[in-house]
């Protein structure tokens, strides 16, 4: 009797068996594929985007304005005005001269609720050869002073031709997310105004690296 119950039993019991392993490989090889071509993703955006690369293969643009009677404009979107990005731009710009644009000494709402001190901010910006962009790392993302100054802007030419650099400034030493994220838009928001992103720096290392690029050595 029992016998017969573990020949009943056996054949169904292996075929399950079999089913699940089947089931778990297809589900692992799927997992797989996603994430490995989510990176290609990622490393094509950045690829398509920065041409040339530095010495040590991080890859950036070619600037349009390597001399030093440039008009540069660093836009500080980090609630301190003395503080880490600050500090990174600093670094940037090694000794030349630049006017520094602190978002947080001014008040602009959120889009559609007016357009509080966006202009006065706006006007520093124009005629700028060079803007560097700064942002600490909030949530793995710019911070919201930038965003909010961003979503306010209208396409125009004001600040056509232009090189820009960005600063993305957080604790953690692995920046990826923030820098996508930031990356993205900011190429974006560069296309629609023709402004030249020359390349990104999240470390000092990095921000002495693309000094030399800026300066056109
Ligand atoms: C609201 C908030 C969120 C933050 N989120 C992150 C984060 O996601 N990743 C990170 O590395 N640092 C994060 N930080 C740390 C700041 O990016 C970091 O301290 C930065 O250097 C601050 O720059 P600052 O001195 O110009 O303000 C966060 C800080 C604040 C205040």
């Known amino acids: ?17 079999l089913g699940l392993g089947l089931g778990a ?33 991080q890859a950036y643009a070619k ?20 503080g880490n990005t600050s500090s990174l731009a600093k670094e940037l710009m090694g000794g030349q001269d ?27 910006l124009k005629g700028a050869d060079v803007i560097v962009i700064g942002t600490p790392v909030y949530w793995s993302n710019m911070s919201g002073y930038l965003k909010t100054f961003i979503d306010h802007v209208v396409v125009n030419d004001d600040l056509k031709g232009a090189d820009l650099y960005l600063i993305v400034q957080g604790s953690d030493s692995d920046q990826t997310r923030a820098i996508n994220a930031t990356y993205g838009t900011l190429d974006r928001v560069a296309k629609r105004f023709g ?17 030399t690029v800026m300066l056109g050595k």
């Open 1 to 17: 009797m029992a016998k017969n119950l573990w020949k009943t039993l056996a054949a169904p019991a292996v075929a399950l068996l």
């Open 195 to 211: 402004l030249n992103l020359v390349g990104i720096a999240q470390n000092r290392d990095q921000a002495q690296r693309l000094q």
């Open 25 to 57: 490989l297809i589900c692992y090889v799927a997992l797989e594929s996603s994430s490995a071509s989510d990176q290609t993703r990622a490393k094509t955006q950045e690829g398509t985007a920065m041409q040339g690369r530095d010495k040590t293969g």
């Open 98 to 124: 630049y006017k520094q644009v602190d978002l947080a000494e001014y008040r602009i709402p959120q889009v559609g609720q007016g357009d509080g001190d966006f202009n006065r901010v706006w006007e520093q």
């Open 63 to 82: 600037p349009q304005h390597t001399g030093t009677a440039t008009k540069k404009v660093f836009l500080n979107a980090s609630q301190n005005v003395d």
